[in-house]
Antibody
Framework: EVQLLESGGGLVQPGESLRLSCAAS????????MNWVRQAPGKGLDWVSY????????LYADSVRGRFTISRDNAKNLLYLQINSLRVEDTAMYYC??????????????WGQGTMVTVSS | IVLTQSPGTLSLSPGERAILSCRAS???????LAWYQQKPGQAPRLLIY???IRATGIPDRFSGSGSGTDFTLTINRLEPEDFGVYYC????????FGPGTKVDIK
């Protein structure tokens, strides 16, 4: 079964750091471009970051550029999101999502169930 | 690219037709526009990509149309399981989501 499983979320204080992981199963992560998308409680979807299948192309939303770092380890079938200098407004469910095909930009057809990040003092 | 969705909420009865709009602040390259459905406590589910292509397993009562800056998701004959929040996303220039349209039971 094709699945994505996020981990690494939790309750942290402002200014702290977290590394989120996304484990892929049932398919080769190296065959797909990947995204992180977040959703604050009761709010809409907020695209965070993109990484191409080979890791060569990386994109960030303006709101997170400079604090968030996306990376991947295709050999381990793992996607990561390093979040530094956490802010209260980063509180959200963080989803990893697989794009359909790597040849060009595509929609996300497989999503994990998310990992919750809560930033509070 | 900023996406605007309307209406914010759509109150309809089962069996009715839902028409959801997504407008982009500039033309979406190659009509790289997708629609997702999300229900409470669940991850989003891909419905439509390339503005009008149904994803695998999506019933044909869902249809997408439009090009350039104006796109529409139509849901014919609403089923009880169709109620939720619908998001459009463009992936032609980086990626962005619209604010969503909530479809609820009248």
């Amino acid at each position: 079964e094709v699945q994505l499983l996020e981990s690494g979320g939790g309750l942290v204080q402002p200014g702290e750091s977290l590394r989120l992981s996304c484990a892929a199963s049932g398919f080769a992560l190296s065959d797909h471009n990947m995204n992180w998308v977040r959703q604050a409680p009761g709010k809409g979807l907020d695209w965070v970051s993109y990484i191409s299948d080979d890791g060569e192309t990386i994109l960030y939303a303006d709101s997170v550029r400079g604090r968030f770092t996306i990376s991947r380890d295709n050999a381990k079938n793992l996607l990561y999101l390093q979040i530094n200098s956490l802010r209260v407004e980063d509180t959200a469910m963080y989803y990893c999502a697989r794009e359909r095909f790597p040849i060009f930009a595509d929609a996300s057809d497989v999503w994990g169930q998310g990992t919750m990040v809560t930033v509070s003092s | 690219i900023v996406l605007t969705q309307s209406p914010g909420t759509l109150s309809l009865s089962p069996g009715e037709r839902a028409i959801l709009s997504c407008r982009a602040s500039q033309s979406v390259r190659s009509n790289f526009l997708a629609w997702y459905q999300q229900k409470p406590g669940q991850a989003p589910r891909l419905l439509i990509y390339g503005a009008s292509i149904r994803a695998t397993g999506i019933p044909d009562r869902f249809s997408g149309s439009g090009s350039g800056t104006d796109f529409t998701l139509t849901i014919n004959r609403l089923e009880p399981e169709d109620f939720g929040v619908y998001y459009c996303q463009q992936y032609g220039s980086s990626r962005t989501f619209g604010p969503g349209t909530k479809v609820d039971i009248k």
